[in-house]
């Protein structure tokens, strides 16, 4: 199978390989141009925006965990407005899907973000965070309630004009599955799952957390179980394309996603590895799937066979 | 050639350096150089070797010590579960290895130039000492806790003016302090660089303030990435924003950043 096999078309959104990087960890996809050919991505998640500039959590604001990383950064950022001038147009001139990730506090303000961008034509599509643990106001709180994920989605599906509206789920919820099925209700056209699961690391020498924020988000290879689990669970719940993001760090990880069901998948800690890491993904995906003798992407995803 | 990109490397060599109770606690990676244009004396890269499992799932941060047309030197020691991880490389290892990162040094040759080094902090100053057209121009105070034969000094010490402390006992912290005052007011009307403890460098920016002195610091902040994007590193700059180390420093002028 040749990576041109691998070119995928869900919810109103066309990429020519199923691997996009993960929001909040390959910036505004420029920092990574020297290491790599950005149209060898299907797609690039541009980190958080908000309506005004956001400074983000004091430091330390990251810490090194066994196969993974906590972070609190709180969505720093420059604002909607330095991201479409600024970012954008750069962007544009690159062969790739660019999806912006919108955080704000209410779905008002969420509404008003998608109004912006909904006339960017650099814009492939919306990833709704309603659930970064990092900042007090908005954020997880959404994520948990799935009223609200109804309601915000609603409210960014309303001003998008016609561009697929994505919500990124938290796995820091009793059931994920009814999560999903609120977004859906609300209109969403594709769910992406999961964020960071709360985590926390303190140091016995100084008495200190880890992180000034206290708790954090913990990504990278350990959260990978809980992911898939999760992806398992939205995927047998509901029936919009899924996009599978949670310590992908081989082609092997990725289609483990693929093959619960998920559509795509989104590579976040991973390209702190290396910042050449996801350029090569889809071609070991491509190879992989050779090996397993699978003609058609399509005739492997949700190809897992459940005990009867 | 590349301005900057990601490769594996081999290792050259990798050399224990003095002696100190904690065996092979300082060490000289020296690592292949690859395609590169240049590189500058404050520079640094990121290394991660390509067989180390996720348990270790970040990249370290060196600045780049030293280096030639075929090879890149950098001078480590080992203080975490990373460096002592890196320790154990054997030549012909493969590691991953991206940079040059970050911005560098002011480099004036003709103006009289302090480096303040404090510990490890004096690795990118022999860089910068190669580097230089004039290092009759260039001083070195080092301040330093182990026996100097751990350090890259004696190569700075071959061209260019050094001046050693070595803090033994609780009050030689006062004389490295006082010996520092002196110095950066020598140096007033001249370029000062610093790197070292945060301790070091906030005392070298409170005398440099005092006296009016172009100073310069390179922060060493804890990163993730190195390429600007996990936001991990950033420190406040004069107007009290984030700006990360990685791509805005290592080196910001004493002035305009908090520490």
């Excluded at chain 2, 301790?199 to 600007?228: D, I």
């Amino acid at each position: 199978m040749e990576v041109s096999d691998l070119k995928v078309s869900f919810g109103g959104l066309s990429m020519s390989n199923p691997v996009m990087t993960a929001s909040g960890t390959f910036g505004f996809g420029l920092e990574f141009a020297p290491y790599g050919d950005l149209s060898r991505l299907g797609g690039i998640v541009a980190k958080g925006i908000s309506m005004k500039p956001r400074e983000g959590n004091p430091m330390p604001r990251i810490a090194e965990t066994p196969c993974g990383m906590l972070n609190a950064i709180g969505i720093q950022n420059p604002g909607v407005e330095a991201f479409v001038k600024q970012a954008l147009p750069a962007l544009k001139r690159q062969d790739v899907a660019v999806v912006a990730n919108l955080y704000a506090c209410d779905a008002e303000e969420f509404g008003e973000l998608a109004g912006i961008l909904s006339t960017e034509d650099g814009v492939a599509a919306l990833e709704v965070n309603v659930s970064c643990p990092n900042v007090k106001e908005g954020g997880a709180a959404f994520g948990q309630d799935p009223a609200q994920i109804a309601k915000v989605t609603e409210a960014v599906k309303k001003r998008a004009g016609g561009k697929p509206v994505m919500l990124k789920l938290s796995p820091n919820v009793a059931d994920i599955a009814t999560c999903a099925r609120a977004a859906v209700e609300g209109g969403a056209d594709i769910l992406s799952l999961i964020n960071t699961l709360i985590g926390m690391g303190v140091d016995i020498r100084n008495r200190r957390p880890r992180l000034a924020n206290v708790v954090g988000g913990l990504s990278g290879p350990a959260i990978k179980p809980v992911a898939l689990r999760c992806v398992h669970q939205v995927c047998q719940a509901v029936d919009v394309p899924v996009i599978g993001i949670g310590g992908i760090a081989s082609a092997e990880d990725a289609l483990e996603f693929i093959m619960v069901g998920a559509h795509a998948v989104q590579v976040g800690t991973a390209n702190f590895l290396r910042p050449d890491f996801a350029f090569t993904l889809a071609e070991d995906m491509a190879q992989l799937l050779t090996e397993l003798c699978v003609e058609r992407l399509e005739d492997f995803r949700g190809s897992l066979q459940l005990p009867l | 050639m590349a301005l900057r990109n990601c490769r594996n490397v081999k290792v050259l060599d990798i050399t224990p350096v003095g002696e100190t109770q904690r065996p092979g606690e300082f060490f000289e990676l020296r690592l292949e150089r690859p395609d590169w244009d240049a590189w500058k004396p404050g520079q640094f890269v990121m290394i991660r070797p390509v067989d180390w499992p996720m348990d270790i799932l970040w990249g370290r941060p060196f600045s780049i010590c030293s280096g030639d047309s075929r090879s890149v030197t950098l001078f480590v020691q080992k203080v975490g579960r990373g460096t002592a991880r890196l320790a154990e490389l054997k030549k012909g290892d493969t590691v991953a290895l991206w940079g040059p990162l970050g911005n560098s040094f002011a480099v004036e040759p003709d103006t009289p130039t302090l480096m303040l080094a404090g510990g490890i902090g004096i690795a990118p100053f022999r860089g910068y000492v190669e580097q230089h057209s004039h290092p009759e121009n260039l001083k070195l105070f080092f301040a330093h806790r182990m026996p100097l034969g751990c350090y890259p000094h004696e190569g700075i010490a071959a061209v260019a003016d050094v001046e050693c402390m070595a803090e033994e006992k609780p009050e030689d912290l006062q004389a490295i302090i006082a010996r520092m005052g002196e110095l950066v007011n020598e140096y007033r009307d001249g370029l000062i660089l610093c790197c070292g403890p945060t301790p070091f460098m906030k005392t070298a920016q409170r005398f440099a303030l005092e006296a009016g002195a172009r100073l310069y610091v390179s922060l060493e902040n804890r990163m993730a990435c190195g390429v600007g994007a996990c936001l991990g590193c950033v420190c406040k700059d004069g107007e009290g924003h984030h700006v990360q180390v990685c791509t805005k420093g290592p080196i910001f002028r004493a002035d305009n950043v908090e520490l």
